[in-house]
T-cell receptor, first 115, second 109 residues
Framework: IAGITQAPTSQILAAGRRMTLRCTQDMRHNAMYWYRQDLGLGLRLIHYSNTAGTTGKGEVPDGYSVSRANTDDFPLTLASAVPSQTSVYFC??????????????FGPGTRLTVL | GQNIDQPTEMTATEGAIVQINCTYQTSGFNGLFWYQQHAGEAPTFLSYNVLDGLEEKGRFSSFLSRSKGYSYLLLKELQMKDSASYLCAVMDSNYQLIWGAGTKLIIKP
């Protein structure tokens, strides 16, 4: 593995179902992020983690939860999916969680459709 | 509120130069990033500015004026592969990135 992987690549989900999007990085970065990207809008931060064992809420956290049990993995869970959660979801990571030139590197994304 | 503004779409000719502008109003400033995103792909890092002035990286340059809340990305010698969206993002006082909606750049032969 080199960089960040996300799974699944795409998913169609019935409303009300529970879904976990997976994200794994092999760069030993401290910080990880989940964004959603919708047409005509900028990337919006859902949740973040500055280091293993800690998480924080971003701009649009409602309906989503995360955990950071170790450095490499940062799963995003939709407890009960709704159609407004139809989006492309990107996971990202960075070395220092905001200190200085803290470039974020992105995974390939998960395209989620909730019907 | 926090706001990042950039044009929705721009068109340019292969071999030419194009400037993509970005204006921002954020709570605090800890740097400005430009990313490139091809359709259906992830954003990839292009440049970072934290001090006023011009940063040059090959065919791409990025400029920042903190007093004006303004940046631009300059692309020279345009190639067809430069057709993509270009995202401007500002790191605010909480060290979170605030993203613009992106500028779709269309390159014509």
């Amino acid at each position: 593995i080199a960089g960040i992987t996300q799974a699944p690549t795409s998913q169609i989900l019935a409303a009300g179902r529970r879904m976990t999007l997976r994200c794994t990085q092999d760069m030993r970065h401290n910080a990880m992020y989940w964004y959603r990207q919708d047409l005509g809008l900028g990337l919006r931060l859902i949740h973040y983690s500055n280091t293993a064992g800690t998480t924080g809420k971003g701009e649009v956290p409602d309906g989503y939860s995360v955990s950071r049990a170790n450095t490499d993995d940062f799963p995003l869970t939709l407890a009960s999916a709704v159609p407004s959660q139809t989006s492309v979801y990107f996971c990202a990571s960075s070395d220092s969680g905001g200190q200085g030139e803290d470039t974020q590197y992105f995974g390939p994304g998960t395209r989620l459709t909730v019907l | 509120g926090q706001n990042i503004d950039q044009p929705t779409e721009m068109t340019a000719t292969e071999g030419a130069i194009v400037q993509i502008n970005c204006t921002y109003q954020t709570s605090g400033f800890n740097g400005l990033f430009w990313y490139q995103q091809h359709a259906g792909e992830a954003p990839t890092f292009l440049s970072y500015n934290v001090l006023d002035g011009l940063e040059e990286k090959g065919r791409f340059s990025s400029f920042l004026s903190r007093s004006k809340g303004y940046s631009y990305l300059l692309l020279k010698e345009l190639q067809m592969k430069d057709s993509a969206s270009y995202l401007c993002a500002v790191m605010d006082s909480n060290y979170q990135l605030i993203w613009g909606a992106g500028t779709k750049l269309i390159i014509k032969p």
